[in-house]
C-alpha cells in the first residue's frame, strides 16, 4: 500500500508531571524508508521512579465501631473484640503448603513483598485505620488467641469450619531496596578483587535474577519461593509480620573478553544465623555462560536445602533428586571459606578479596595463564 495508517501511540502514567525513569524495555522500529527510521520504546517493566508524592500519610476511616455487649443489668457497652494471631511452626517442623482452601477470616493476611516496579515515593507513605472511639472495660480486656496454622492460602477469606487455621497469604510489590547482613561487606570486597584482577584482564559483574534490585551499581537477587510451598527459610521477617525473599549476590566473571566464565553466589543470613555459609563458586563443564533456567534451578534447590546444595546431598523428595541430578550435569559447584573472624580485619576488603583469589587459584590453578587448557585442568 502507498498509505499508511497512521500510528497514534498514548501513553497512561499513575503520576503527574515530571519525573525521572530507569526501564525495562526493547527497541521497536515504527516505519522506515527514504528518511530516517522512526523508533519508539516498548517498556516492559518499570526499573525505578524518582517521583516524590504530593501526600505522606493516607487514612482509612470505618463508620463502624467496635462490636457490642450486653451487660447484665445495666446498658450495651462497646468493648474490644477478641485478637486473634497465627502460631506459624518453626523452620525445621514440616513445610505449610499454599493450598486451595478459603483463608481464615480471623487472621490478618500475611504479606510477602516481591520485588518490581519500584515507585521511590511510597517509601514514605504510612497508612492510619480510624474507628470511631468507644470505652474501654478495664475489667474485660479483648482476649489473645492463638490459632494454629495448618496451611497457607491465596484466596479470600471466610469464617467457616472449613476455613478455620488457613492464613491467608497476600503478594505485594515492594520498594524495598535495602541490602542487609553480610551482602553489603561482600560487595566492597567485589570492588577489591576487581582492583586485584584487573591486570589479569578479568570482567567481574554481578548479575540479576528475576526479582532484583540495585545497590549501587550491582545486582542484589531475591531467592525464589519454593515450587508448590512455602517455607520460612527463604522469607527475611519474624512470622506473622511483614516479610521479603531472603537475598543473594550472583557475581559473573570472564576470564578474557569472550569468555571462559565462572561464577561467585554470596547469600543474606538472617541475624538468628550462624554465619555458616560459604561463598559458592559454580561453573559449567565447558566455561561457558551458565543460562537462566539453571540459574535458576540452583536457586530453587538452594531453598528447599536450606544451604547451598552439592552432589553428594540426599533428599526426601524424589522430585528435588531428580532436579538436582540434572542440575549437576550442567554444572560444577565449590565452597569457598569465609574468612576467620576471630582474626582481626579478616573481613576487611583487601584480606577478603586475597583469601578469596587464592582460593580460586586453588581451584583453577592455570587460570590465569592458559586460558585455552581450562578444561582440560578441571576435567
Not at 515530571?18 to 516498548?42: C, D, H, I, M, P
Not at 565449590?334 to 586475597?354: A, I
Request: proline share 7%; charged share 25%; hydrophobic share 35%.
Amino acid at each position: 500500500m502507498d498509505q499508511q495508517s497512521p500510528l497514534d501511540i498514548q501513553a497512561s502514567f499513575p503520576l503527574r508531571g515530571e519525573t525521572t525513569l530507569r526501564v525495562w524495555g526493547k527497541r521497536v522500529l515504527l516505519s522506515s524508508g527514504e528518511r530516517k527510521g522512526q523508533w519508539a520504546k516498548f517498556v516492559m517493566e518499570i526499573e525505578h521512579c524518582s517521583r516524590p508524592l504530593e501526600f505522606a500519610n493516607l487514612l482509612w476511616k470505618s463508620d463502624k465501631p467496635w462490636e457490642a455487649k450486653v451487660v447484665e443489668g445495666g446498658e450495651p457497652v462497646r468493648i474490644r473484640p477478641p485478637h486473634f494471631h497465627p502460631l506459624l511452626p518453626d523452620d525445621d517442623e514440616d513445610e505449610l503448603l499454599v493450598d486451595d482452601v478459603p483463608a481464615d477470616g480471623r487472621l490478618v493476611r500475611l504479606a510477602v513483598l516481591k520485588y518490581g516496579s519500584r515507585f521511590a515515593g511510597f517509601d514514605t507513605l504510612k497508612f492510619h485505620h480510624e474507628r470511631p472511639q468507644v470505652p474501654a472495660i478495664a475489667s474485660e480486656p479483648g482476649a489473645d488467641i492463638g490459632v494454629p496454622v495448618d496451611a497457607l492460602t491465596q484466596n479470600e477469606a471466610q469464617h467457616g469450619q472449613d476455613a478455620q487455621g488457613n492464613l491467608g497469604l497476600s503478594e505485594f510489590l515492594s520498594d524495598d531496596g535495602r541490602v542487609d547482613r553480610d551482602l553489603t561487606l561482600f560487595l566492597s570486597m567485589l570492588v577489591a578483587l576487581k582492583a586485584r584482577t584487573r591486570a589479569r584482564g578479568w570482567e567481574i559483574e554481578t548479575r540479576p535474577g528475576r526479582e532484583s534490585t540495585r545497590s549501587g551499581e550491582d545486582w542484589v537477587t531475591y531467592f525464589p519461593g519454593p515450587i508448590g510451598s512455602r517455607r520460612a527459610w527463604h522469607l527475611i521477617g519474624a512470622p506473622g509480620t511483614e516479610q521479603r525473599r531472603r537475598q543473594l549476590v550472583c557475581v559473573e566473571i570472564k576470564v578474557s573478553a569472550e569468555g571462559p566464565y565462572f561464577y561467585l553466589l554470596e547469600m543474606e543470613l538472617k541475624p538468628t544465623e550462624q554465619p555458616g555459609q560459604c561463598t559458592l563458586l559454580a561453573y559449567t563443564p565447558d566455561f561457558q555462560w551458565m543460562d537462566e533456567a539453571t540459574f535458576l534451578a540452583l536457586l530453587q534447590l538452594t531453598v528447599s536445602r536450606k544451604r547451598w546444595p552439592n552432589p553428594g546431598n540426599k533428599w526426601k523428595k524424589e522430585a528435588d533428586f531428580l532436579r538436582a541430578q540434572a542440575l549437576f550435569t550442567k554444572i560444577y559447584v565449590k565452597g569457598l571459606r569465609h574468612p576467620d573472624s576471630s582474626v582481626e580485619d579478616s573481613f576487611k576488603p583487601g584480606p577478603w578479596s586475597g583469601s578469596m583469589l587464592g582460593q580460586i587459584d586453588g581451584v583453577f590453578p592455570d587460570f590465569s595463564e592458559e586460558v585455552a587448557d581450562l578444561v582440560s585442568v578441571v576435567q
